[in-house]
């Protein structure tokens, strides 16, 4: 179960600065989603909303959650400022509490991580089982602090992959495992610092019931 400040720390997080993040879509994201037909796609932390600007843009009609009014409300912004807020629902939610309903052909978690207590893999096993057949999970995490990164987070424990996979506990006759693998990339950090890193990439695919 999340922790009752969990929305009161966000809140405060992005109440910090104007602008948290850089606003471009993340990399991974766009390695995989960019080849696919666009559908019905659901970011679960979506932030300022980055990526589900970017996912709007190329086709796609999205489902954006986040915990944090700020972030949704300067991701609604954005948005309407580039012509795609029609594109996309933008939802305020404690995950794993509250998860949206429907289905999707497409979710997204990337980097969904935390310093406060969050119950991923419920989160993650939910998402599974919103994916119509054929459809993608999408899992992006952290596979090892940056260069730059605080004691704080170097003192995080970051699952591999394989872990993750393990921890969700999905049919092997209903799911196709297509990616759980680390991968590097060079990357600019605070005050320009370059450095790699490296990201744990998690792409199962939901089968069809004849496949």
Known sequence: MSTPDAKEHWEEHYGERNRVWSGRVNARLVE???????????????????????LAEHGWEVVAIDISDTALQRAADDARERGVRDRITFQQADLPEKFPEGTFDLVSAQFLHSTLPLDRTRIFRRAADAIR?????????????PPWASKLHHDHEFPSAQEVVGSLNLPEAQWERLRAEAAEREASGPNGAVGTLVDNIILLRRRAPDA
């Open 32 to 54: 995989i989603a960019e080849p696919l037909r666009p559908g019905r796609a659901l970011d679960l932390g979506c932030g300022e909303g980055g990526d589900a600007l970017w």
């Open 133 to 145: 057949p054929g459809g993608l999970l999408l899992i992006v995490d952290h596979g090892a602090p």
